[in-house]
């Protein structure tokens, strides 16, 4: 009897455990928390990263404008500074995209530069920045003094609408320079 008494048990307790399965509405309510605090930690650092990536075009494309400009001045005396002339560089690029607009530009007769603007400004201007691309004619230093060569400069701005260059000022147009620097409320890309 004593047998059918155990036997009977174990089974009372494992058919009660059948009953019992599932979750239980705290810890539905924990899972639930849990997923909301992990989401709100990775959300703003998912979209971030997408703004980067804008961002990267722009600094892609500038670069590229950069280097083209440097090789355009190597083959013809002058640079490219007439939107229309975009083409002569040779690379393929549209003036607009979906994120930025790219004007080129001259600086006065001493060099060019390139202005990414975003397409459209957004209320925040810390999620599209601005970036302007200047490439002068310059001279090098130390053993061989004197060289021309070409320089450029590449810098980002959070205020899109402020975006520009500043060179050497009082040097004859023509005349090489030896230093391209960012404008006021902006800082070099290396």
């Known amino acids: 009897m004593k047998t059918e008494l155990k036997a009977k048990f174990i089974q009372h307790i494992l058919n009660k455990k059948k009953n019992d399965e599932g979750f239980t509405l705290i810890e539905l309510l924990v899972v639930i928390i849990i997923i909301g605090i992990l989401s709100a930690i990775a959300l703003p650092s998912f979209l971030n990263q997408a703004n980067k990536a804008r961002s990267s075009e722009a600094k892609t494309y500038v670069g590229s404008i950069n280097r083209a400009q440097q090789a355009y001045v190597l083959e013809n005396p002058t640079f ?26 001259n600086l006065g007769g001493k060099g060019a530069d390139v202005i990414a603007r975003p397409t459209t400004p957004a209320a925040n201007p810390a999620i599209l920045k601005g970036f302007v691309g200047s490439v002068a004619v310059g001279q090098t230093t130390g053993a061989a003094t004197g060289e021309a060569t070409t320089i450029a400069i590449l810098c980002e701005t959070n205020d899109p609408v402020k975006v520009g260059s500043t060179m050497n000022t009082g040097v004859p147009q023509g005349t090489p320079i030896n230093n391209i620097n960012c404008g006021a409320g902006q800082k070099a890309v290396k």
């Not at 229309?84 to 994120?99: A, R, S, V, Y």
Request: charged share 10%; aromatic share 12%; proline share 0%.
């Open 80 to 105: 490219v500074t007439a939107q229309t002339n975009f083409n002569q560089l040779g690379l393929g690029i549209k003036t607009q995209t979906e994120n930025y607009t790219y004007t080129l530009g």
